[in-house]
């Protein structure tokens, strides 16, 4: 009877027919001890190379990475292969749920008959209310046009139909909830892209201003396409954009640059006061983003107003990455931060200062403290964040974008150039907001023909950054997917770092409309802090919540301090008993941090007058300008 090859031996043969070269000797056909005892010696780790490990002989790799970058190009760095196995999940689960087709069936035919019924009630009585409002958020259907025949009906079917596709989209069993979120998402933006709104012969406010001008604003809409066409495909930011340049209409605070390593210039205000508090603020924005959204128009920005508040301030401005960049990693942002830090101490000696903290350059601060609570650094006199998330199980509407098929995506895309575009980090942001961002400027500028105001936040939006390949890949799979931070995992300085070795007093800023941070996940501070945290939750996005400069009408904030020994709250009882006031939260965050600070200094020098950290140009210095 012929002898059976051991499963050992044939991987090693297939290896050999794969690799042309033997596998490594295991020791089975030696005189060893083991295999004279006739026992199963446990293989050396790594002993043979499986055909799956064997060398890319045919960059089979590369064809794939290739492929998808291209591929990326087209659908702006959304990858269509998690989105396919999303619906294919939600589509099998679907089909085995009769009970949910039944209930979907049913549903469909109660709405056919609530339209019907208000088209009979229109007929008599063209003021009959409709029989479906639009969602507070949406502001597509106000014109007075939408309220007559047969536009009503039109609107109306089309909100009723939004409806069904959420029914159908949620509560299935066997679906993940996120997965759910997902196929609700996107079936939204499909039906955004066929709303009754967008169209000149179903959007009666377009249809009665194309009849009034004689087409006169379709074919301006049209250069204005044209226009935006042409300084997309060139490299320039949109139409407007050149009345809000730094130095001159924007970011025009005085000031030096200080410091200038490979990813970050440090800026130094020139103080305007007498007298300056004994503590400097160093802050830190997103490197997503330019730092001047802190520095926008003199009459909103949050810098003049803490430099007149006698503080001073230091300012992180990040470098616009190329594809040289493409190797810089997480590690080397925060050696470039705790460069930063140096060159305050340096300038600033013997003195602590408050740590800021803006988005990512939040999460960035608070990993970075934790390492120096852990190391015994004691440089930090406080920590604010501004809509800063430090726990990421629940990252609101950007989890949609942000899985393993996703990274992996994206992960080719920036292999190919090298790092990831500010239009293609744009486009999902403005997927979240499409109505507004996308198709409310599609109706406004190129049907209408009427081209909206630019204003200082609004250019500044359109002045983003670029992030290199290894960073933004480490930071989606350790800090997003993989939530080290919250769990302990991260690790700086070959340890990790835990949030709640924070000792400092801590401010943390978030807003009601974050579709970016949302405030109950920024909340989550509370659950990973060992520390005194004031949380203040203000109206207002992302951004507007942010620049809320005292004298802005509608701002209203809540502010409550949890006690380092105090029991935990939920977001929602923490909304029922926070202090309610009204105003730019501004000043509480500037009467926080006078608590906190010594007594008034005499003014630093701007720099410390030789290198590395002399006064090296005026602000806003060279790297935000960069494109």
């Not at 063209?126 to 259907?141: E, T």
């Not at 965050?589 to 200094?601: C, N, P, T």
Request: proline share 6%; charged share 25%; glycine share 8%.
């Amino acid at each position: 009877m012929p002898e059976t090859k051991s499963e050992t031996e044939y991987i090693k043969s297939e290896a050999i027919e794969e690799t042309g070269r033997d596998a490594p000797d295991t020791g089975e056909a030696s005189g060893s001890k083991e295999a004279d005892s006739g026992l199963d010696a446990e293989p050396p780790e790594l002993v043979y190379t499986s055909p799956i490990e064997a060398p890319d002989r045919y960059s089979t790799k590369s064809l794939d990475r290739a492929a998808n970058a291209h591929l990326a190009r087209f659908t702006l760095g959304v990858s269509p292969y998690g989105l396919s196995s999303v619906f294919y999940t939600w589509w099998a689960h679907l089909l085995g749920s009769p009970g949910k087709q039944v209930q979907l069936m049913e549903k469909a035919a109660r709405k056919a008959m609530r339209l019907g019924i208000y088209a009979g009630e229109v007929a008599r009585d063209p003021n009959a209310p409709p029989c479906i409002d639009p969602l507070p958020h949406d502001h597509r259907f106000e014109h007075e046009g939408w309220t007559r025949w047969p536009h009503n009906l039109i609107y109306q079917s089309f909100l009723l139909t939004q409806q069904w596709w959420y029914n159908a989209a949620c509560d299935i069993d066997g679906v993940r909830e996120r997965d759910e979120r997902v196929v609700s998402f996107i079936s939204r933006q499909m039906l955004d892209m066929m709303s009754p709104s967008n169209f000149v012969a179903t959007n009666p406010e377009v249809a009665q201003t194309t009849l009034r001008e004689g087409g006169t604003n379709l074919l301006r809409g049209y250069q204005n396409f044209l226009e935006d066409w042409e300084r997309a495909i060139s490299g320039k930011l949109p139409v407007g954009t050149e009345d809000y340049l730094p130095g001159r209409d924007v970011a025009t605070t005085p000031g030096k640059v200080v410091f200038r390593n490979r990813l970050l210039e440090l800026i130094q205000y020139t103080p305007t006061t007498k007298a300056v508090k004994a503590e400097p603020i160093l802050i830190v924005p997103a490197w997503i983003m330019k730092y001047y959204i802190l520095d926008l128009s003199p009459d909103n920005s949050l810098v003049k107003h803490l430099v007149e508040q006698g503080f001073t301030v230091f300012m992180v401005s990040w470098r616009n990455p190329t594809a040289e960049d493409r190797d810089k990693g997480m590690d080397d942002y925060f050696e470039a931060v705790a460069e930063a830090m140096g060159a305050v101490s340096a300038i600033v000696p013997d003195r602590k200062f408050h740590g800021v903290g803006y988005c990512l350059g939040g999460t960035l601060m608070a990993a970075k403290a934790a390492q120096m609570a852990r190391d015994g650094d004691d440089r930090l006199a406080t920590l604010t964040f501004f809509a800063t998330q430090t726990d990421f199980e629940e990252p609101g509407e950007l989890q949609l974008f942000v899985s393993e098929s996703e990274v992996a995506f994206l992960e080719n895309m920036m292999w190919d150039q090298g790092y990831l575009d500010t239009k293609q980090m744009a486009g999902a942001f403005q997927l979240l907001r499409s109505a507004d961002l996308i198709w409310s400027r599609y109706i406004h500028e190129y049907l209408m023909g009427r081209r909206q105001g630019m204003f200082d936040l609004m250019a500044w939006n359109a002045d983003a950054t670029r992030m290199p390949f290894k960073m933004h890949s480490e930071y989606l799979r350790k800090i997003f997917l993989g939530n080290e931070l919250a769990e302990g995992k991260y690790r700086l300085g070959g340890k990790p770092v835990l949030v709640r070795d924070i000792d400092v007093p801590i401010f943390c800023v978030s807003t009601t409309s974050d579709h970016v941070a949302p405030w109950q996940s920024v909340y989550k501070l509370h659950l990973l802090a060992d520390t005194p945290v004031t949380f203040v939750l203000t109206n207002g996005g992302h951004n507007a919540g942010i620049v809320s400069e005292p004298g802005h009408k509608g701002r209203e904030f809540q502010i409550r301090t949890t006690g380092e020994n105090e029991p935990y709250m939920s977001p929602e009882a923490w909304q029922a008993s926070a202090e309610r006031q009204e105003g730019s939260w501004w000043p509480a965050w500037v009467e926080w941090l006078d608590q906190r600070s010594g007594k008034a200094v005499k003014p630093p020098k701007l720099g410390t007058g030789k290198a590395p950290f002399q006064a090296i140009e005026n602000a806003p210095g060279s790297y935000v300008f960069q494109r």
